[in-house]
């Protein structure tokens, strides 16, 4: 029976990376985005990862593959959120940032979850943001992105609150927590795409990341978040003390 890898968001940038990766590494990997272009990917599905009924898809594909046994949630979106925007644009944003980042990482996790435990193993990583480790991120945190640095943060809960109770089932849930990294999304920041000259030449590169998820898997390490910076090798570090894996 193959082990099956699920990854939300795959159509491009980290999610497709991760997607390659996770092949290459023997997984039957199931690939999902809203856009159509995963199709290009074995097995990829047109889904959303805010919507229940996809998500039934999406999981019945990935069982028609195998046993269900890496969980990627790495599908994210992200918008400028002014804090004095009016009520109907700040809800509108909410809901936009939240039902990706949040809710869909609650659908697609809570769906697979009694498959991994069927499987007796299992691994589900949440894709986060550096900017939730404070302690080496000071200053990060831009004026207008309150709601997309929100999400992110409500991600420390899950992946906590899982880890804990998902131990007794061989499964383990962290986080990746990268800086800025050539993607679709980042170069998106920026205005034509155009990178400031500080980290022109100076992003993290996705297959960095790709290692860095596989070891992760590798390592029987849960709950915590894996930090990635600019500038610095991404490697999974020493084993902080209890305290400090989720906050950095
Ligand atoms: N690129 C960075 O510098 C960076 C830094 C920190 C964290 N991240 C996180 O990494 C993850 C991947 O980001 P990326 O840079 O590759 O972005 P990206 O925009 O290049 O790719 C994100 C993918 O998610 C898909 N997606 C969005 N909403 C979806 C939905 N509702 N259902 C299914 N698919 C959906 C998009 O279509 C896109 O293909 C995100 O969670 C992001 O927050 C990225």
Redesign the pocket.
């Known amino acids: 029976m193959s082990k099956v890898a699920i990854v939300?968001?795959?159509?491009?940038?980290?999610?497709r990376a991760f997607a390659e990766r996770l092949e290459t590494e023997g997984y039957a990997v199931l690939p999902?985005?809203?856009?159509e272009s995963v199709t290009d990917f074995a097995n990829g599905v047109v889904?959303?990862?805010?919507d229940r009924e996809d998500i039934a898809r999406v999981i019945s594909a990935a069982c028609s593959l195998g046993e269900i046994e890496v969980v990627v949630n790495?599908?994210?979106?992200?918008r400028r959120t002014p804090v004095d925007s009016s009520w109907e644009q700040a809800l509108e944003d909410w809901d936009f940032i939240m039902?990706?980042?949040l809710q869909?990482v609650l659908l697609l996790s809570r769906a697979a979850t009694p498959h991994l435990i069927a499987h007796g193993t299992g691994h589900i990583i949440n894709?986060?943001?550096?900017y939730v480790l404070p302690a080496k991120s000071s200053g990060t945190n831009g004026p207008e992105t309150d709601l997309?640095n929100a999400s992110?943060w409500a991600l420390n809960g899950f992946t906590d609150a899982w880890a804990k109770t998902l131990r007794e089932h061989n499964i383990s849930v962290n986080g990746m927590c990268?800086?800025?990294?050539?993607?679709?999304?980042?170069r998106?920041l920026f205005p034509d795409g155009q990178l400031p000259p500080d980290l022109e030449g100076n992003?993290?590169a996705v297959d960095d990341l790709s290692q860095q998820l596989i070891d992760i898997i590798a390592s029987g390490r849960t709950g915590e978040n894996f930090g990635a910076w600019v500038g610095e090798t991404v490697q999974l570090g020493d084993l902080p003390p209890l305290h400090k894996r989720i906050t950095g």
């Open positions: 939300s968001g795959a159509a491009q940038g980290l999610g999902f985005d809203i856009r889904a959303n990862v805010a790495n599908a994210g979106t992200w039902d990706t980042n869909g894709i986060s943001t550096y997309y992110k990268m800086g800025a990294t050539d993607t679709a999304m980042l998106g992003l993290i």
